[in-house]
């Protein structure tokens, strides 16, 4: 079992940056893939980026791809996702999420999931 607690939300203007942070439970956390997805009122949740449990590999969508950066320290249990040039679109609940094995783009394939944190982005 791993229980996941994201913080690190908040308001920022565009242009501006932010780090959230996915605080997990467990002695394996280097065992899961992490990902990050996202969910604007009235869309439907979607992938933002993951990264591997060794941390040697990262994907991105393309909508944050050189914007935002993956990385974890797993002595920490800690994820973290560092949001550079934040647009108005960029406007979501994110939640992170982790699996055992490889990082895929479906949600359904995440087994734990934080209970998020908003950010909002003000033009």
Same mark, same amino acid.
């Given at each position: 079992? @791993?229980?996941? $607690?994201?913080?690190?939300?908040?308001?920022?203007? !565009?242009?501006?940056?932010?780090?959230?942070?996915? !605080? &997990?439970?467990?002695?394996?956390?280097?065992?899961?893939?992490?990902?990050?997805?996202?969910? !604007?009122?009235?869309?439907?949740?979607?992938? $933002?980026?993951?990264?591997?449990?060794?941390?040697? =590999?990262?994907?991105?969508? %393309?909508? $944050?791809?050189?914007?935002?950066?993956? *990385?974890?320290? %797993? &002595?920490? %249990?800690?994820?973290?996702?560092?949001? %550079?040039?934040?647009?108005?679109?960029?406007?979501?609940?994110?939640?992170?999420?982790?699996? @055992?094995?490889?990082?895929?783009?479906?949600?359904?394939?995440?087994?734990?999931?934080?209970?998020?944190?908003?950010? =909002? $982005? *003000?033009?």
């Amino acid at each position: 079992q @791993v229980q996941l $607690v994201e913080s690190g939300g908040g308001l920022v203007q !565009a242009g501006g940056s932010l780090r959230l942070s996915c !605080a &997990a439970s467990g002695r394996t956390f280097s065992s899961y893939a992490m990902a990050w997805f996202r969910q !604007a009122p009235g869309k439907e949740r979607e992938f $933002v980026g993951g990264i591997s449990g060794s941390a040697g =590999t990262t994907y991105y969508a %393309n909508s $944050v791809k050189g914007r935002f950066t993956l *990385s974890r320290d %797993n &002595a920490k %249990n800690t994820g973290y996702l560092q949001m %550079n040039s934040l647009k108005p679109e960029d406007t979501a609940e994110y939640y992170c999420a982790a699996r @055992v094995g490889s990082i895929v783009t479906v949600l359904t394939a995440y087994n734990y999931w934080g209970q998020g944190t908003q950010v =909002t $982005v *003000s033009s």
